[in-house]
């Protein structure tokens, strides 16, 4: 069993920034790649920034230099530091991990995703 927790979401002002947080626990032998994703609403759910297990990042053209995805492996989190906020930015975000954890069957790779958070920039 797998669990997923995020935090940091509320309301701030455009300019404001904010840091989520999302801690993935439980049967987990290794932690692939770690993800945030946002879904406004009347909009399609879209990549924000993505870790690799390696360290490497990239991110959504609309959130570089502005945003900065970080991970602690000991800790199983990955962090997103959103600075510069805009309006357009409003949208729950939800965390998204890669992970080998131990199945039945063994070792598996599975995807999970966290339940969201609120993120909402006002003008």
């Known amino acids: 069993q797998v669990r997923m927790v995020e935090s940091g979401g509320g309301l701030v002002q455009a300019g404001g920034s904010l840091r989520l947080s999302c801690a993935a626990s439980g049967s987990i032998f290794s932690i692939n790649a770690m993800a945030w994703y946002r879904q406004a609403p009347g909009k399609q759910r879209e990549l924000v920034a993505a870790v690799t297990g390696a360290g490497s990042t990239n991110y959504a053209d609309s959130v570089k230099g502005r945003f900065t995805i970080a991970r602690d492996n000991a800790k199983n989190t990955v962090y997103l530091q959103m600075n510069s906020l805009k309006p357009e930015d409003t949208a729950v975000y939800y965390c998204?991990?890669?992970?080998?954890?131990?199945?039945?069957?063994?070792?598996?790779?599975?995807?999970?995703w966290g339940p969201g958070t609120q993120v909402s920039v006002s003008s």
């Open positions: 998204n991990a890669d992970l080998t954890v131990d199945t039945d069957y063994g070792p598996r790779v599975r995807q999970y």
